[in-house]
DNA sequence: GTCCCTATACTCGGATAGCAAGTGTCCGAGTATAGGCGG
DNA sequence: CCGCCTATACTCGGACACTTGCTATCCGAGTATAGGGAC
């Protein structure tokens, strides 16, 4: 089982964007130069974020992203199921309902005991990750970063900042 | 995100195990064709299972399966990690540590913020699936399987069983 | 009748192809800007 | 000097190759069994 290596790189973006002054906007390319990943496929996962609603995009010259809800309403499950998508990890094939042993499908009115364990897990998951936000994360990093780099940082942002 | 398809065969396997009177053993191509799936593949699986002692195989004519150990000392995460590997969904590949606004290495002592957020909520996952034995679904099947597949099923393992 | 030996058939185990999804990239459509021109 | 128009440059958005990992399969090593033969 593998997370997609986008949601990280979402995640990250949307607590730059977090931090951004209101009504500034940040290009798809700038986003990708400061975490330094390859900008074309960033912009894959960001138009994966506009299309959930999570950001908005500007067009046009001086464009670029701006998250489109305070970052208290936007959860980090949010951006999960925006890149990776909303399908559970556990896909039940119904297997039960094959082999000698099987009845008619009608026979099969509850979900299957396995398929039911798997789902709660997933719900615990979801909502652990539901329970933290963008504003929540980017909190922490603000407390436990190094002055040096917030300075670091602020000082890069002015310069690309449109 | 997506689970191996081989997890759902391997739990389905494990509580067919679990039913069998102690000291009897099923062949993979037996499980397989239970289950109405692939045998070799089936086969690769139950080999990570046999890996990782949660079942035993005896090898020879009239050899077999058989789970190692009681089925309440089985969890399904013991499952799900035999099959599906140990390593974590989610792979922090330390994008902070790249880009313009960078420091050295030996300035980022905490693990970032979005890296402990996955972390919790997958450990919530964890528990949720180590807390559910084989034990508790093989009794939430025995109450409520349509006792016509419980008969047609026994009928089917004593033809088979070794 | 009993014991031993041998050949057999069946089991697991790891090494080997095929395919789908994620990864990475590119080019086209659209828009706000900046400059130049006319009034 | 001010307003309008046009050309430009920059932005996002979706469509196109490539690579890794899951899916599927096969064949070889090993062992308990079953049968036959000798005592």
Redesign the interface.
């Known amino acids: 089982?593998?997370?997609?290596?986008g949601?990280?790189?979402a995640?990250?973006c949307c607590?730059i964007l977090a931090l951004l002054p209101p009504e500034a906007t940040l290009p798809a390319a700038r986003l990708a130069?400061?975490?330094?990943?390859p900008p074309a496929y960033l912009a894959k996962h960001l138009q994966a974020l506009s299309r959930a609603g999570i950001v908005t995009a500007e067009p046009g010259a001086k464009g670029g992203y701006r998250l489109a809800k305070p970052a208290t309403a936007v959860s980090?499950l949010d951006v999960v199921r925006a890149v990776?998508?909303a399908?559970p990890?556990?896909?039940?094939?119904e297997?039960?309902q094959?082999?000698?042993?099987?009845?008619p499908t009608s026979?099969y009115r509850?979900a299957?005991?396995?398929t039911?364990?798997?789902a709660?897990?997933?719900?615990?998951?979801?909502?652990?990750?539901r329970s933290?936000t963008i504003a929540?994360?980017v909190a922490?990093?603000g407390r436990?970063t190094?002055p040096?780099?917030v300075t670091?940082?602020a000082a890069?942002f002015q310069e690309v900042l449109h």
Do not use: N, T
């Open positions: 089982m593998r997370l997609s290596e949601v990280e790189w995640v990250h607590a130069e400061y975490h330094g990943v980090v990776d998508g399908e990890a556990f896909r039940c094939m297997i039960r094959r082999g000698p042993a099987a009845l026979e509850q299957c005991a396995v039911k364990a798997m709660r897990a997933e719900a615990a998951w979801r909502d652990a990750l933290e929540d994360l922490v990093v436990e190094p040096a780099a670091k940082a890069w």
